[in-house]
């Protein structure tokens, strides 16, 4: 095991420095990235090889706390223990901007802590409690700002709650105009999502376009000759519900939001789009960036502009929601 965690040092270039200060309350997050893209399948068999503590440089990523190191079957996996907090600040830096409104970076801190602390109770018992990337929410390691600090501090410990419990606080980059339903992305209700209507023409996704040529589609399908791609139906937010696809297999009817993860999620920035055949291709012209439910980033930014608290743009965007402690839980 020694010779192995040795190799693993190398390979990794991990550089550390002994830090045991911790919090009391922790998260263990599962490292997705490219090297690591992977994540443990269920009833996967893993053995833990060993732990790094401290201060670490991971592949050119720092990460405080604590990185466990496990393998399986299909290879390594890394996960990061470290503070709830510090967390959060973490994750607030890399999926908004730190030079926004501070009530929009406070409104994200409440949500991502939120986020973080329903999948901790979610999945208390497994190896780790959430993933680094869009599977959950993006983590990209220690990265300090202060400004972010400062909205995190502001909010230290507050979450969402419904009926005395952590909400799922699902969020989203860019809406176009209006949110979309949980059960045309999730296929569960919840009381405190609901569609509502606001501005977010300041995102650069507010509108975009996008040409797709239909070998792009058919590799991402796994689908030979197609001839006709056309919208079989909508969800009551008019955003995309299913699509009909024509090709040498016969009639194939995909939802919406299928369709958009085998192209890639950045390649198809929403399913609030609209289709024009063009050759060999499909332009798609479209509206907002991300599945649509809960808070609009760009909306909750739009709403600081404006002069609203980060309550007031929470209980917007979340509807009959309280904001409690964790820690007084």
């Known amino acids: 095991m020694n010779r192995i965690l040795r190799m693993l040092l190398t390979i990794l270039c991990v550089s550390i420095v002994i830090n045991n200060t911790y919090a009391s309350n922790k998260i263990k997050v599962l490292i997705v990235n490219d090297v690591y893209p992977d994540i443990p399948e269920k009833n996967e068999k893993i053995t833990k090889l060993g732990s790094l503590k401290g201060d670490l440089l991971v592949m050119g990523t720092h990460y405080t706390g604590n990185i466990d190191v496990w393998k399986g079957k299909n290879g390594l996996y890394l996960i ?11 994750v607030v830096a890399v999926e908004v901007r730190p030079d926004w409104d501070m009530e929009a970076l406070k409104a994200q801190a409440v949500i991502s802590r939120t986020y973080a602390i329903y999948q901790k109770q979610m999945n208390g018992d497994s190896v780790y409690h959430i993933a680094s990337s869009v599977i959950h929410q993006v983590y ?4 300090p700002d202060v400004r ?9 410990a507050e979450i969402l709650t419904f009926d005395n419990r952590p909400i799922e606080a699902f969020y989203h980059s860019t809406c176009g105009g209006r949110t979309e339903i949980p059960e045309n992305v999730f296929g569960k209700s919840y009381s405190y999502l609901k569609s509502v209507e606001s501005t977010c023409e300041i995102s650069p996704y507010s509108a975009w376009e996008k040409r797709i040529k239909l070998s792009e589609i058919e590799k991402a399908l796994n689908l030979s000759e197609i001839k006709e791609v056309s919208i079989r139906s909508y969800t009551s937010t008019k955003r995309v519900n299913q699509l009909d696809i024509i090709s040498d297999s016969g009639v194939t009817t995909i939802n919406a939001n299928d369709f958009r993860k085998a192209l890639g999620w950045s390649r198809l920035p929403s399913t609030n789009f609209h289709m024009t055949p063009d050759g060999d291709s499909i332009i798609f012209e479209g509206k907002g960036y991300g599945h649509g439910v809960g ?19 929470l209980s917007f965007f979340y509807p009959g929601t309280t904001i409690q402690l964790y820690e007084s839980r």
């Open 140 to 143: 990209k390691g220690n990265n």
């Open 148 to 156: 972010i600090t400062f909205a995190v501090e502001e909010t230290s």
């Open 295 to 313: 808070l609009c980033q760009w909306c909750a930014l739009q709403m600081a502009r404006d002069g609203k608290n980060y309550k007031e743009i």
């Open 80 to 90: 990061n223990e470290l503070p709830i907090e510090d967390y959060v600040k973490d």
